[in-house]
């Protein structure tokens, strides 16, 4: 994507695009550092050489109805209808150059990456006031929006904690481990469903980009 073409009139000013580097992705208007670094995994240190249990997984695994076409909706809007987007059956997006050959491959090769990665996590708000939560692969994201974490904010929050992982400590912009505000529970909601997805891939749709008129 060219960053230096002239703005869309339609678009909103402060609009955050996701775009794509040849080999990186960034979300324009959204460059904080990750709020959330992983600290370390007792656990995977312990027993490096032990494949069992690894890559480590959340107990939680969210029973929040996915609404895919508002994903669909709110990704062609993030990505400026310019690339190929896959959207895996609960919501995790993956943001592909607009030429891709084989896009189902290619995103289940990135999911697949993030899975078998320290599970770091990134919750960024948008200017629509939804929320991407993104990895360590960048352009793979998990979107949960702001009706979505209104209409189920008791539930996010009574359980956010169970979307860490067995000895994870997280700390957050303070250093304090494992103590998350709503951006952080948004987070850990945003990456269970991830790893759902990782765990079960199943691709729902793929959008394809909009030829300009």
Request: aromatic share 8%; charged share 25%.
């Amino acid at each position: 994507m060219n960053s230096n073409r002239p703005t869309k009139r339609r678009l909103a000013p402060r609009r955050q695009i996701i775009t794509l580097a040849p080999d990186e992705i960034s979300i324009i208007g959204a460059r904080q550092p990750p709020l959330f670094m992983f600290a370390f995994l007792r656990s995977l240190f312990r027993k490096r050489r032990v494949v069992r249990g690894f890559p480590p997984i959340p107990k939680w695994k969210p029973s929040i109805p996915i609404d895919l076409n508002s994903v669909a909706d709110r990704a062609g809007y993030y990505t400026d209808h310019e690339n190929v987007v896959v959207i895996f059956k609960h919501g995790t997006c993956v943001v592909l150059h607009a030429n891709v050959r084989n896009p189902e491959v290619e995103a289940m090769s990135v999911l697949e990456r993030v899975y078998n990665f320290h599970p770091d996590f990134n919750p960024q708000l948008m200017d629509d006031g939804n929320w991407l939560v993104s990895f360590s692969q960048p352009h793979c994201v998990s979107l949960v929006t702001k009706a979505e974490f209104e209409n189920h904010r008791s539930y996010i929050q009574d359980n956010h904690l169970q979307g860490l992982v067995q000895g994870e400590v997280l700390l957050n912009a303070e250093q304090q481990p494992n103590s998350f505000d709503e951006p952080g529970m948004i987070g850990l909601f945003g990456r269970a469903r991830m790893f759902m997805d990782a765990q079960d891939p199943v691709v729902a749709r793929i959008l394809m980009p909009k030829e300009e008129v």
